[in-house]
């Protein structure tokens, strides 16, 4: 079982930035795949960034809405994951679910994944 606490949602203005934190628990955090996912009313939630280790790389992938403007990042020794994002749209207003699996294959999709109960990021125009 792995518990995530995501943090650092908010009330943007268009072009703005926002970082959100999620903290995981669990003693094998640096080889957790870990990820964010998006979702809006009435939509299916939305792959946004993922990291994940393969041997001893890690890789990351970005949904093309989000590259460029958004990084994943982590910090194994703080069992925390990072999605910096600047050049906000309103397009970009969603609540943000942190997402964990053991595993590095499919990390675009919803499957075998623990989750946070997300935080809310509205971009105003």
């Known amino acids: 079982q792995v518990q995530l606490v995501e943090s650092g949602g908010g009330l943007v203005q268009t072009g703005g930035s926002l970082r959100l934190s999620c903290a995981a628990s669990?003693?094998?955090?640096?080889?957790?795949?870990m990820a964010w996912f998006r979702q809006t009313p009435g939509k299916e939630r939305e792959f946004v960034a993922a990291?994940?280790?393969?041997?001893?790389?890690?890789?990351?992938d970005y949904a093309d809405s989000v590259r460029g403007r958004f990084t994943i990042s982590r910090d194994n020794a703080k069992t925390t994951v990072y999605l910096q994002m600047n050049n906000l749209k309103p397009d970009d207003t969603a609540v943000y679910y942190c997402?964990?699996?053991?595993?590095?294959?499919?990390?675009?999709?919803?499957?075998?994944?623990?989750w946070g109960r997300g935080t809310q990021v509205t971009v105003s125009s």
């Open positions: 997402a964990a699996k053991f595993g590095a294959w499919n990390t675009r999709t919803k499957d075998n994944y623990y």
């Open positions: 990291s994940w280790i393969s041997g001893s790389t890690y890789y990351v």
């Open positions: 669990g003693r094998t955090f640096s080889s957790y795949s």
